[in-house]
Each structure stands twice: as C-alpha cells, then as structure tokens.
C-alpha cells in the first residue's frame, strides 16, 4: 500500500496498489468446477488412475518426499529420458536427444515460457480462429501482440497452407501457434501446412509452435508434426500429460524443439519451476504408458461412436481427431448448455455460435449425455 500525506489534514490517505491498465476488470480464465455426475466441460481424461498406478504414484511420492529437504533436478535428466522413450513408441520417431526436451507445470506453463523467451513487446504472435481460449492470455501476459486469421468454414474448420503463409506474410510474427488437433474444433493439421508454415516462419526469424495437446487422440495415419522437427530448427511441437495420461490434476505439459530453442526457454524459467513430486508423478505415469494408452484406444473409440451418433441425430459436426467433438445445436445453444446441465451433463459453450463442445467420457457419461440431449436439443 502507497501511504500519502492528505492535502486536507495530517491524516495519511492509503492507496491501494495500482494494477496495470490493461488488466483492469479482467475475469480469471476458467470453465466453471461444477460437482455434477457427468464433467464433460474441459477435455480431461475420465478414467482415474487405476489402483496399480495409484499405489505406485503412493509409493513414487514417498520416495520424492524423503528428498524433499533438497531443491529437485533443475535438469530433470531422467524425466528427459523416459520421455525421449515414451515419444519412440508413441510417434515412431528416432529418439529425441535429452536437450532437445523441456518440461513444465502443464503445457500451459511451457507456452508461456515460449512468448517469455520469444515474444514480447514489438514482437506479435499469430494464430487461427476458432482457437483454444488460454492463447491470447500468453500474449497478454508478456507484453506480446496477438493477430489472428481465420480457420476455414463450418463444418470442417480446415486450415490450408495458403491461408497460413498469407497471415504470416501480412504480420511477420514473432509466434505462430497452430494446434493439431485444434481445439475447440477436433481438427487435425496436414503435415503440408506445418512445412509450410515452419518455411515461412524462416524466412524471418519466427518460431512455429505446433500444439499437440490431444495428440494421442488423433486418428490412424494422421502423422505427428514430431516427424517434421529434424527439417525445421523452428518449430517447436508442445505436449501434456493432463489428456492422453489422465493427469490433469498432477500439471505435467512438455515440448521438443531444437536444443537451442530449450536453452532460450532455460533463460526464462523459475529455477527449480518442476518439483521432485511431479518429476516422480510424470516417470511413475509413463512406466505405466501402455495401459494409459489403451484408454486412449477406447476413448477414440467412443469418439467416433458419438459422432457418428449425432451426425445421425442430423447435427453438422467438425471431424475429430481429439477426445472432444464440437457439434452444431438445432436450438438456442445456450438453451440446450443450460438444459444439459439441469440433467446433470456438463458441457462447453465455446466455438463459433450455434456450436457446442462436448468432451469424450467414459461409454455411461456418453450415454447420459445422448440421452440428454435429446431432451435438451429437439429436432
Ligand atoms: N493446449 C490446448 C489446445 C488445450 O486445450 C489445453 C488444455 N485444455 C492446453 C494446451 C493446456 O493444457 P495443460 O496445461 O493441462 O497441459
């Protein structure tokens, strides 16, 4: 608290501190934390850990809090390395060098220390419409301008390579965010737009973040943009642990890059920004990878089943490569959001007008949520 003398009296008159002025009466960014029986607002995992993981994590954790007087690995090498080993399997690409790897408090954090090292004032960062919420807050929070262009239309959203090269040509972004899939629409990227853009982005000096969040959700032959990384010293592909591994609450995200691209984000970071819990959660997790990842099999499973549910209801709806579909309302959608709730489904009302966006459960939240909306949307 500023104190100052009062013009009037001796009395002194307190100020409060003064935030800064593009933050004044801004709302936190979040969906709202509803206790309801089917969660299906924010794209997590709805198995919980099985009880071999749980113990497991039990028996990790303990392990890490008898080291807890200690400041973790800053470094977190092991945690590198099983994930280098973890992304073999899972993208079929030659094992990522340990320095080509860096993790964070969810991949969240991860952007924000990409816009900390390589955005900022003068410098814009470019993404596409409809996009995931949280980007325009990394933008804000470092001081960076945030451009947009649009994705193609409803029901595909696709994004072609020339609409990208022709953003990036108008704004020479310091930043161009693309996410395969996207969210809220489901989309995945063609390799061809992500060589285009990384090109682009070259040619002065950009970065390319290619958000893969739901990666793991993507359908079979739809490649990874990990592949392109040997070609491109530009791009940076991002991952999390909080969907494909059902750990959303443990806040574990990580991107591969270039080396340098690590070492400019190592600049930015909090020392010791990855505690000895989390580094302990996230190698318990992954030692558990092919049983996690046959939940991902039978989510994208039941991906598909939903979706080809509501196409046959007669929604327009966007493809999905993701562990969410976006889908068009035959009524109000807020309406049909507030009705869906009132029976105990939880949804998103995100995405162009008229859309809304529902995360894939487990096979009963999927039935609640079919049954429901054919009460809360009629045709
Ligand atoms: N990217 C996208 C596209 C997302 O949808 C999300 C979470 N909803 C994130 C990044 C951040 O996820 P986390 O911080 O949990 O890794």
């Given at each position: 608290?500023?104190?100052?003398?009062?013009?009037?009296?001796?009395?002194?008159?307190?100020?409060?501190?003064?935030?800064?002025?593009?933050?004044?009466?801004?709302?936190?960014?979040?969906?709202?934390?509803?206790?309801?029986?089917?969660?299906?607002?924010?794209?997590?995992?709805?198995?919980?850990?099985?009880?071999?993981?749980?113990?497991?994590?039990?028996?990790?954790?303990?392990?890490?809090?008898?080291?807890?007087?200690?400041?973790?690995?800053?470094?977190?090498?092991?945690?590198?390395?099983?994930?280098?080993?973890?992304?073999?399997?899972?993208?079929?690409?030659?094992?990522?060098?340990?320095?080509?790897?860096?993790?964070?408090?969810?991949?969240?954090?991860?952007?924000?220390?990409?816009?900390?090292?390589?955005?900022?004032?003068?410098?814009?960062a470019l993404s596409f419409t409809?996009h995931?919420?949280?980007y325009?807050?990394?933008?804000?929070?470092?001081?960076?301008?945030?451009?947009t262009?649009?994705?193609?239309?409803?029901?595909?959203?696709?994004?072609?390579?020339?609409?990208?090269?022709?953003?990036?040509?108008?704004?020479?972004?310091?930043?161009v965010l693309l996410t395969?899939?996207?969210?809220?629409?489901?989309?995945?990227?063609?390799?061809?737009?992500?060589?285009?853009?990384?090109?682009?982005?070259?040619?002065?000096?950009?970065?390319?973040?290619?958000?893969?969040?739901?990666?793991?959700?993507?359908?079979?032959?739809?490649?990874?943009?990990?592949?392109?990384?040997?070609?491109?010293?530009?791009?940076?592909?991002?991952?999390?642990?909080?969907?494909?591994?059902?750990?959303?609450?443990?806040?574990?995200?990580?991107?591969?890059?270039?080396?340098?691209?690590?070492?400019?984000?190592?600049?930015?970071?909090?020392?010791?920004?990855?505690?000895?819990?989390?580094?302990?959660?996230?190698?318990?997790?992954?030692?558990?990878?092919?049983?996690?990842?046959?939940?991902?099999?039978?989510?994208?499973?039941?991906?598909?089943?939903?979706?080809?549910?509501?196409?046959?209801?007669?929604?327009?709806?966007?493809?999905?490569?993701?562990?969410?579909?976006?889908?068009?309302?035959?009524?109000?959608?807020?309406?049909?959001?507030?009705?869906?709730?009132?029976?105990?489904?939880?949804?998103?009302?995100?995405?162009?007008?008229?859309?809304?966006?529902?995360?894939?459960?487990?096979?009963?939240?999927?039935?609640?949520?079919?049954?429901?909306?054919?009460?809360?949307?009629?045709?």
């Open positions: 608290m500023g104190v100052m003398p009062s013009a009037a009296s001796d009395a002194p008159l307190t100020i409060g501190p003064t935030v800064r002025d593009d933050l004044v009466g801004l709302e936190p960014y979040g969906a709202p934390q509803l206790d309801v029986p089917h969660p299906l607002n924010v794209n997590e995992n709805p198995f919980p850990p099985s009880d071999a993981l749980a113990a497991d994590l039990g028996r990790a954790v303990e392990a890490a809090a008898r080291g807890l007087n200690r400041y973790p690995d800053r470094e977190f090498h092991d945690l590198r390395a099983d994930l280098a080993k973890y992304l073999v399997v899972e993208s079929g690409i030659p094992a990522p060098p340990e320095d080509s790897i860096w993790v964070a408090n969810g991949s969240n954090e991860i952007m924000q220390q990409l816009f900390q090292a390589f955005g900022g004032p003068g410098r814009s409809p995931y919420s949280m325009p807050e990394y933008a804000r929070d470092t001081f960076t301008a945030w451009v262009a649009a994705r193609g239309p409803a029901p595909d959203f696709a994004l072609d390579a020339r609409t990208v090269t022709a953003a990036i040509a108008a704004h020479r972004p310091a930043i395969s899939p996207n969210n809220p629409t489901g989309t995945a990227l063609d390799l061809d737009v992500v060589r285009a853009a990384a090109a682009a982005q070259a040619r002065h000096g950009g970065l390319l973040i290619v958000d893969e969040a739901y990666g793991e959700f993507r359908r079979d032959g739809v490649p990874s943009a990990l592949t392109l990384l040997p070609e491109h010293p530009g791009l940076v592909v991002t991952r999390t642990m909080s969907k494909a591994f059902a750990l959303a609450g443990a806040r574990i995200g990580y991107l591969v890059a270039d080396p340098a691209i690590v070492d400019a984000v190592r600049i930015v970071r909090l020392p010791y920004h990855l505690s000895g819990i989390t580094q302990a959660v996230a190698r318990t997790a992954l030692a558990h990878g092919t049983e996690l990842l046959s939940q991902v099999a039978l989510l994208r499973d039941e991906r598909d089943a939903l979706a080809a549910d509501l196409a046959a209801r007669g929604h327009d709806l966007a493809p999905s490569d993701a562990n969410f579909i976006l889908f068009r309302t035959f009524t109000d959608r807020q309406a049909v959001f507030e009705r869906l709730l009132e029976r105990g489904v939880l949804i998103r009302v995100v995405g162009p007008e008229g859309w809304l966006r529902v995360s894939v459960g487990t096979p009963d939240d999927n039935l609640a949520f079919r049954r429901a909306l054919e009460e809360a949307d009629p045709r």
